[in-house]
Nanobody, 123 residues
C-alpha cells in the first residue's frame, strides 16, 4: 500500500501561482511514476501532468503546457506541481496518483490516489 498526501492548494487570483505537493512516506518513492489529475463537480477527471520514475521524462495536457511544471524530489519523497499564470478554469480538486510501471495519461492505469487538494482561482 502506498500513501499519497497532497497539500499546497488554496485560493489565488487569476495570474497567480500555486505549488501543490504530494508526499509519499516510506521507501517506495523511486518505484513509482506519478501523475496529477483534476476534477470539478459534474465533470470527468482530467489528466494534468505526469513524471517518470527517474524524473527524466514528463508529460503534460495541452491545456497546461507552458504554465505548469511537474517535478519530483527524491530526497524529500515528494512530487510537485508548479502552477503559474493560473486561470479561473484551473479551479478544481487536484489529485496525485502513483503508477508502478510508467507515466501514463489514463487515470485507470494508476494504482494509488491521494485525497486531493482544492485549488480555487478567482477572476
Amino acid at each position: 500500500q502506498v500513501q499519497l498526501v497532497e497539500s499546497g492548494g488554496g485560493l489565488v487570483q487569476a495570474g497567480g501561482s500555486l505549488r501543490p505537493s504530494c508526499a509519499v512516506p516510506g521507501r517506495t518513492f523511486s518505484m513509482y511514476a506519478f501523475g496529477w489529475f483534476r476534477q470539478t463537480p459534474g465533470k470527468e477527471r482530467e489528466f494534468v501532468a505526469a513524471v517518470s520514475r527517474s524524473g527524466g521524462s514528463t508529460l503534460y495536457a495541452e491545456s497546461v503546457k507552458g504554465g505548469f511544471t511537474i517535478s519530483r524530489d527524491i530526497a524529500k519523497n515528494t512530487v510537485y506541481l508548479e502552477m503559474n499564470s493560473l486561470k479561473p478554469e484551473d479551479t478544481a480538486v487536484y489529485y496525485c496518483a502513483a503508477n508502478s510501471v510508467f507515466m501514463v495519461v489514463a487515470g485507470d492505469e494508476y494504482d494509488y490516489w491521494g485525497q486531493g487538494t482544492q485549488v480555487t482561482v478567482s477572476s
